[in-house]
């Protein structure tokens, strides 16, 4: 089959409808039912879950009943769209997104006087100013009454066309570094290995090898029981709880050590190097120690700052200043390929392929550099100064190159950036230079800046690895990924608003419609009663950060057989690699005593046990969310990390 068969009509028809599902699925399933939210993180479990059912049940059940299913190819396309669109509705963006843009008002008091501090920089083409639908957003309407549509079609249609061009540009950088992820340093790309397993079917059999290996089956049983029971424990109180957290206080009780295992997380980390696995659970276990001793000896390095915790601020600048560190470096280990790059958009080298791209080198470098120019208009039309909006777009750029690239590399399901680039940019700037207009600026961008814990570059990243192993033909791919980022944020959008105005936001999710407003309003109050020059002290834990990245970047590369990997120095400090490192390290002893003691070809033969694990515990949460949504139970949360 030639390349670019599998990018069809009917694999595009089948992502949008994947899209649309897991955008509609994911905000009743966190918002309504409190239960587990599938496409909040990396792992992106929505799209597996959806896959799994399609591969195992609805394309077996089409070449039954017609004759005909979808190819492996078709079944990458699918799975890329939906892969893209589980970065949307929830963490991601629109699940923070809606209720920010009317919350400010909302919760504005006498107490906290956001109407004099806050109120007068809210830029009225970004948020909703009608208070009467802001206050039925968040307490319901009335029976009889319709949703206020028109008055979010405004801000909605603002928002949208900065998402556009920021998801545009992130695809563009994307294109340009693909090559040397990809084809030079060979990264593993851990999170594409089960969706590829599970579609591949070369003699064209009805149900693929993989579901036909017992292993999977094996694997897939131990969460599958431990979920299902606990499950049923919610509708039978007779049924025991089978409750796999193991705290283990140390160093006077000072930090908390819970070994319960995350079987996904564990699957995961099974098919990393040893090295990297490592260096994962050694710096998340020295971020941990490091804490308790201060706690012991009474020394703070700061007070918390928004999504750093639960490293201290100076401790997670030391974090950032690494994650530089790794982009910089691998920008110049790549710097010939990207020499390349230039010239063919500059003078069009016909010596240098990129026919196997998403898009022409010339579209995605000019992509790139217009991206940068347009997103900076937009955000200084919004309020932000200039020098903060040229300061926080470039920080979280290569923040999210940084995770994007420790997502392929680590393949984590859980994980975020050690500090949000709007923390940053005040940092670097001072809040006195930010002012309160640049602040309440900085604070509307929460949404897709501030908890990173899913976004469309890290998931684009892990779908071109797929079309690359299939032979996608990638030009047509973009505009399937284009429809599929169209199609989830008008879903997750529209179901968001309609659970708002039906239940009424306060009733829903805690977090979405509470806790993240008045978590951000402080912050901005914070930042302007306490006005603040530039932040030495953190930046300098910054470039320390940056210079033990360095060092340990030398004696990895100088000593062969160097057990640590230092991209653990990136991403192990705050939350939530804090609680998933017990898992990440069974993972890694589990490897390393098979490697000694099976070989290689142990390893291989027991790795559909670990991704039944994967696919068992979100598969098995997915099913619970089918039942528990057909029979009103609420609360079964088989999924969740905090």
């Known amino acids: 089959m030639p390349a670019g068969r599998g990018v069809t009509l009917r694999a595009i028809a089948m992502g949008v409808v994947g899209c649309l599902t897991l955008s509609a699925g994911e905000p009743i399933s966190v918002l309504v039912m409190h239960s587990s939210p599938m496409a909040a993180d990396y792992s992106t479990g929505a799209a597996l879950f959806l896959f799994f059912l399609l591969t195992l049940v609805i394309n077996p059940l089409a070449k039954i009943l017609t004759g005909s299913r979808l190819s492996p190819r078709e079944l990458a396309t699918v799975y890329i769209m939906m892969v893209v669109g589980a970065a949307i509705p929830s963490w991601g963006l629109v699940m923070n997104l809606i209720p920010l843009m009317g919350g400010f008002v909302y919760y504005a008091t006498v107490e906290n006087d956001w109407v004099a501090l806050i109120h007068p920089y809210l830029p009225a083409s970004l948020v909703v100013d009608d208070y009467e639908a802001i206050q039925k957003l968040f307490e319901g309407i009335s029976k009889g009454e319709t949703i206020p549509w028109a008055v979010w079609l405004r801000p909605l249609l603002g928002w949208s066309l900065f998402i556009a061009t920021l998801y545009f540009t992130t695809l563009c950088l994307l ?85 319960r295992p995350l079987f996904e997380v564990m699957g995961l980390s099974y098919l990393l190097n040893l090295d990297v696995s490592m260096g994962i659970w050694f710096f998340a276990m020295l971020n941990m120690l490091a804490m308790g001793a201060l706690r012991m000896l009474g020394w703070s390095l700061g007070p918390e700052q928004p999504y750093s915790s639960p490293a201290p601020p100076s401790i997670a600048h030391l974090a950032l200043g690494a994650m530089f560190f790794l ?201 302007i009663n306490s006005p603040e020059p530039v932040h030495i002290w953190h930046l300098s834990f910054a470039g320390l950060g940056a210079a033990l990245m360095g060092l340990l970047t030398f004696v ?64 098995t949460a997915g099913i619970w969310l089918i039942i528990d949504l057909c029979t009103g139970m609420t609360g079964n949360r088989l999924i969740y990390i905090g």
Not at 189 to 214: G, H, I, K, Q
Not at 462 to 486: D, M, N, P, Q, S
Not at 578 to 597: E, M, R, T
């Open 175 to 259: 294109v340009v570094l693909r090559k040397q992820w990809v084809e030079r340093e060979r990264l593993n790309f851990p999170l594409a290995t089960l969706p590829l397993e599970m579609s591949a079917n070369d003699r064209d059999e009805t149900v693929p090898p993989f579901f036909r290996n017992y292993l999977t089956w094996v694997g897939f049983a131990i969460p599958a029981f431990i979920g299902s029971v606990n499950a049923l424990h919610r509708y039978f109180n007779f049924v025991p709880w089978i409750d796999l957290n193991v705290h283990v206080p140390i160093m006077r009780n000072s930090v908390w050590i819970n070994f």
């Open 327 to 527: 982009v910089f470096s691998s920008m110049w280990s790549g710097r010939h390929h990207l020499k390349a790059v230039w010239r063919k958009a500059w003078h069009g080298d016909d010596s240098v392929d990129d026919s196997g791209e998403l898009l022409s080198y010339r579209v995605a470098v000019f992509g790139l550099l217009g991206g940068l120019v347009l997103g900076t208009t937009w955000l200084y039309i919004g309020n932000m100064g200039l020098l903060t909006a040229v300061v926080f777009q470039l920080s979280a750029l290569i923040i999210f190159v940084g995770l994007a690239r420790i997502i392929s590399q680590a393949g984590l399901a859980y994980c975020r950036a050690p500090v949000a680039p709007a923390v940053f940019t005040v940092n670097t700037l001072g809040s006195s230079v930010v002012g309160p207009s640049g602040l309440t600026a900085l604070a509307l961008n929460f949404p897709w800046s501030a908890d990173i814990r899913t976004f469309v570059m890290a998931s684009a990243a892990t779908g071109l690895k797929l079309a690359e192993v299939t032979r996608l033909e990638h030009r047509r791919l973009f505009w399937a990924i284009a429809i599929a980022i169209g199609a989830t944020f008008t879903g997750s959008a529209i179901t968001v608003l309609y659970l708002a105005y039906a239940h009424g936001g306060i009733n829903l999710g805690g977090w979405q419609f509470g806790g993240m407003t008045n978590y951000t309003g402080n912050w901005i109050v914070r930042n």
């Open 556 to 619: 990895k590369n100088r000593f062969v057989g160097f057990p640590i990997h230092p991209i653990g120095l990136a991403v192990g400090l705050p939350h939530p690699v804090q609680i998933i490192w017990p898992s990440v390290f069974f993972a890694w002893l589990c490897k390393a005593l098979i490697l000694k003691y099976g070989g290689a070809r142990l390893y291989v033969r027991l790795r559909p046990l670990f991704l039944g694990m994967v696919l068992g515990s979100f598969g």
